[in-house]
C-alpha cells in the first residue's frame, strides 16, 4: 500500500488532531452496519481518521483521462458522530449504495466515494447523484484507489 504520509491529509488545512479509531469503536461500527472493515480502510482510518488529501483527484478506471474527479474529505470514525463521520454517512447512505457499501469520501458536491464489500477485496466505486444514482467503478481496491490519487493542477 502507498505511504500514506504521501496523501498530506489536514483537517481544515491543519495537521489531523482527531485520534485513530479505538478498537471498539470499530467493532461497535462492524456490528451496526454489519460490514467488516478492510485492512487497507483499517490502516487509512489509524494513520489519519478524516480529512482532505492534497493528493486529491483521480480518474475511474476505463474513464478518458479528463474525466477527473477529486476526494473533498475522507470520513472519520469516533464517537462524534457528526457530519463527516462514517456513522452518519452510512446512516444516509446505504439505502442508496447498498448493505455491502461502505462510504469511505465525498467530493466536494456529494457525490460519494465507497467500497462495495461484496467483492474481495472490496472495490472502490463512485455514485454521482444527478436526477438518479449513477455507479461508477474506479479502482480495484482501496490501496489501489489510494495509489490513484495525485495532484492536479487544473484544480488549484
Do not use: C
Not at 458536491?109 to 467483492?119: A, D, K, L, V, W
Amino acid at each position: 500500500m502507498r505511504d500514506l504520509s504521501e496523501l498530506k491529509i489536514t483537517q481544515h488545512g491543519r495537521e489531523s488532531q482527531r485520534p485513530a479509531p479505538t478498537d471498539e469503536q470499530v467493532q461497535r461500527f462492524t456490528r451496526t452496519f454489519g460490514v467488516e472493515l478492510p485492512d487497507d480502510h483499517l490502516a487509512l482510518l489509524r494513520h489519519a481518521n478524516g480529512g482532505h488529501p492534497e493528493l486529491d483527484s483521480f480518474v475511474p478506471e476505463g474513464a478518458e483521462p479528463n474525466d477527473t474527479w477529486s476526494v473533498d474529505h475522507f470520513y472519520h470514525l469516533s464517537d462524534d458522530e457528526g457530519s463527516e463521520s462514517l456513522w452518519q454517512a452510512a446512516r444516509d447512505w446505504q439505502p442508496y449504495l447498498g448493505d455491502r457499501s461502505i462510504p469511505i469520501g465525498e467530493d466536494g458536491g456529494g457525490n460519494q466515494i465507497f467500497m462495495e464489500t461484496s467483492t474481495a477485496p472490496p472495490s472502490v466505486k463512485l455514485a454521482v447523484f444527478e436526477g438518479a444514482v449513477s455507479i461508477k467503478p474506479v479502482a480495484p481496491s482501496l490501496s489501489d484507489f489510494l495509489a490513484l490519487l495525485h495532484v492536479d493542477p487544473d484544480f488549484i
